[in-house]
């Protein structure tokens, strides 16, 4: 059997012979030592040097070995794009998948393996222009899963095109003359979107994205974090002004600020550059994976007893 098919295989749920067998033995987790970088790391990764997408992928391995998630455990997704190509550095299951689909993919194994904690990486293409539209409807429904998007304001694997966050007159192959649409506001449009979880860090602040990303994985429901990761080829010095080595600072989210609060985290959205950074919205929600498990349970309630031919016998009938 192929790699591929072994990791899909692993990721569907247990059916047919294979619902027959009994599970793999699991060891207490008391008696599992965590994976180092070193058992997680895979291909060695192939951004440009100075990329802030090494840090992310750095304290994703350190979120990995804290947090004790084993390799059957691990999933990674992706779109299209430089930060995208995530699931080829992390040995373990996951699926570097069409450009601006990530979502839906990452969607479907979340509701299907609830045993899992998905994790979606992309970029600020991949996730707010093709792939916008299921940014929004995977937000509204809350699905259980984590989405970090490493915004640098253009499109890099692509060569400098103007993306959906490049700010008015940052001149590009796309727009020589310097940008002239509005840029959205990625923190705006989780929160109008139905995130339940919004939260916003730096990759040049390595510990904060670990803090951002452990919140994230313990919060149940769609949890959106905007990173700022600079592409220093295209975009060199594009945030300056959130790293205070470079005379820059490094606002966190005020410690009276109300989490739970939409308006209040609409106003820190609107913050002038750099902004603040921390958790701007959290809330308690019903998520699409708990909806789901009760349709299906309310269903199979009613079925109770009945041979797999029978319930698909009733469900022709009502066809007739």
């Not at 207490?28 to 291909?43: F, I, M, V």
């Not at 691990?74 to 979502?103: D, K, M």
């Not at 606002?251 to 913050?271: G, R, S």
């Not at 007893?305 to 319930?311: K, N, S, Y």
Request: proline residues 7%; glycine residues 8%.
């Amino acid at each position: 059997m192929s790699t591929l098919a072994i990791a899909h295989e692993a990721l569907l749920p247990r059916t047919g012979l294979a619902a027959q067998l009994p599970p793999p033995p699991d060891l207490p987790e008391g008696d599992r030592k965590p994976l180092t970088k070193k058992e997680t790391a895979a291909d060695h990764p192939t951004w440009c040097p100075g990329c802030g997408d090494f840090s992310v992928l750095a304290f994703y391995y350190k979120l990995i070995e804290k947090r004790k998630i084993h390799h059957e455990k691990i999933t990674t997704i992706a779109g299209i794009g430089c930060s995208s190509r995530f699931p080829y550095f992390v040995q373990a299951h996951g699926a570097h998948y069409i450009h601006g689909r990530a979502l839906p993919f990452a969607s479907g194994i979340s509701l299907s393996r609830p045993d899992l904690h998905v994790f979606v990486f992309g970029g600020d293409g991949d996730a707010f222009s093709i792939g916008g539209n299921h940014f929004t409807h995977t937000a509204r429904k809350n699905i259980k899963l984590t989405y970090v998007v490493m915004d640098n304001w253009v499109y890099g694997l692509t060569k400098a095109q103007t993306s959906p966050t490049t700010p008015i007159g940052h001149k590009s192959k796309t727009d020589i003359w310097g940008a002239a649409d509005r840029p959205i506001n990625p923190m705006k449009q989780a929160i109008s979107a139905g995130a339940t979880f919004v939260a916003r860090t730096a990759a040049t602040n390595p510990n904060h994205i670990l803090a951002m990303m452990e919140a994230a994985m313990d919060h149940d429901g769609f949890s959106f974090i905007q990173c700022l990761s600079e592409c220093i080829e295209f975009f060199p010095g594009s945030f300056d002004a959130s790293i205070p080595r470079k005379g820059g600072v490094f606002n966190l989210v005020p410690e009276n600020h109300d989490v739970t609060d939409e308006f209040a985290a609409y106003k820190l959205a609107d913050e002038p550059f750099p902004g603040s950074f921390g958790i701007f919205y959290k809330k308690d929600a019903p998520t699409k994976n708990g909806n789901e498990a009760k349709i299906i349970s309310d269903h199979r309630a009613k079925v109770a007893g009945l041979a797999d031919w029978q319930i698909l016998q009733k469900s022709f009938d009502r066809m007739k």
